[in-house]
């Protein structure tokens, strides 16, 4: 066993400095040379400090003049009051529209498409003018089904409510 272990070791020998004898030998590679060469830094160069500048001076308040007191005079027979004003009462919003009869709701509607709807409620058919326009109908107060049909569009259709003595509005557009 010893002369296998003898007989490995020379075979690993002669292995190993086969390798070494067919490695390339290194080249040396020349170090550079550094020449020193002198630079000058420039000093810093000099920043003045800002000037002083003195604060405003203090300038005081001028104190103020008192108003002249008044005193009332009581009115004289010789006096004559200017008539005030009398304020006007805004429209209401509705006041716009047509008052509504006895019993009845009011349906307010408006056509934003540019072509003109086939409005039906009620059992009536109302033409609705394009780009803005708009009809008012008088309605009896509860559920009424509706149906719209605009050319090019299509058609829709539902309920509405309508409540006695109230105006509502339904606006149709493309928006």
């Known amino acids: ?5 003898h007989v490995l070791f020379a075979l690993a020998l002669i292995v190993l ?3 070494i004898s067919c490695a390339p030998s290194p080249t040396p590679t020349p170090v550079p040379t550094v ?10 160069t000099y920043t003045p400090l800002p000037t002083y500048t003195p604060l405003p001076t203090y300038t005081p308040v001028p104190t103020a003049t008192p108003l002249p007191t008044f005193t009332r005079v009581p009115p004289t027979a010789t006096t004559t009051s200017t008539p005030r004003p009398t304020a006007t009462p805004l429209p209401s919003p509705t006041s716009q529209f047509p008052p509504i009869p006895e019993g009845m ?6 056509n934003w498409y540019g072509r003109e709807i086939n409005y039906e409620i009620g059992g009536k058919l109302y033409k609705i003018p394009p780009s803005g326009g708009r009809v008012i109908i008088h309605l009896a107060p509860g559920k009424q089904n509706y149906s719209a049909d605009i050319a090019g569009y299509g058609r829709a259709g539902g309920t509405l409510e309508i409540v006695a003595g109230r105006y509502i509005t339904q606006q149709w557009a493309d928006r």
Request: aromatic share 0%; net charge positive.
């Open 1 to 5: 066993m010893r002369s296998h272990r």
């Open 17 to 19: 400095s086969t390798l």
């Open 35 to 44: 020449t020193p060469s002198l630079t000058a830094t420039p000093p810093p």
């Open 105 to 110: 709701g009011g349906l307010i509607v408006i």
